[in-house]
């Protein structure tokens, strides 16, 4: 497996360089430089927001409340990671004190989805022709997929969607979840080897990628 789980990874070069660069210039009070540091930053932290709390209306709730934060505490961020890690930190925290509220978040499990954002790169499939019965098979994997990752035990799915979603490093998301990277790789296999065992006995007619 290697180091990354999607696309994401840590800025480097000019752009790492430019990001210190604008979070300077919000330290000293720049509040263009802070703004474009959310723009900037803005899809990584809903897509975290949305795999803590599973509604894209509360992780938009979410995202903001991660950005304020951030902004009143911009201060006391010394560089020691990236700005995006620091960030996406303060939003995984934000998701899960939305998410403390048990009631809350069964509702939202329980509820259908409410936007067409794939919450999982597993619950994507191809995009080429298919039939209409190719296509209700598609319909019903997602529907069963969407079932069994909301029975996996919380530690296991919240690995996986912020791994499923691409958007995020092995180590982005084991500082957002303050885990080794080991264990973020350790607990995405696990849920994909547990998935898969969950499919199989629901009549073994679906696989999972990875």
């Not at 022709?129 to 209700?136: A, I, K």
Request: proline share 3%; charged share 30%; net charge positive.
């Amino acid at each position: 497996m290697t180091g990354t789980a999607g696309p994401a990874c840590e800025p480097g070069g000019e752009s790492a360089a430019l990001e210190l660069h604008l979070v300077r210039l919000a330290q000293a009070g720049d509040a263009d430089a802070f703004g474009e540091l959310v723009e900037r930053n803005r899809r990584a932290v809903f897509r975290a927001a949305l795999a803590g709390v599973g509604s894209p209306a509360e992780a938009d709730d979410v995202a903001q409340e991660a950005f304020v934060t951030a902004f009143r505490k911009l201060r006391s961020f010394r560089g020691e990671s990236s700005f995006r890690t620091w960030l996406l930190s303060i939003a995984w925290r934000k998701a899960l004190d939305r998410r403390r509220n048990v009631v809350r978040w069964l509702r939202i499990m329980a509820s259908p989805a409410e936007s067409n954002e794939d919450t999982s790169a597993m619950e994507r499939l191809p995009s080429a022709q298919r039939t209409q019965e190719q296509e209700l098979a598609g319909a019903e994997l997602q529907r069963r997929l969407r079932q069994l990752i909301r029975t996996l035990p919380r530690k296991l799915r919240d690995a996986l969607l912020l791994a499923g979603s691409g958007e995020y490093s092995y180590e982005q998301i084991g500082q957002m979840l303050g885990i080794p990277v080991g264990t973020v790789k350790w607990r995405v296999s696990e849920a994909r080897r547990v998935l898969k065992q969950k499919l199989a006995a629901t009549e073994g007619r679906y696989d999972v990628q990875g």
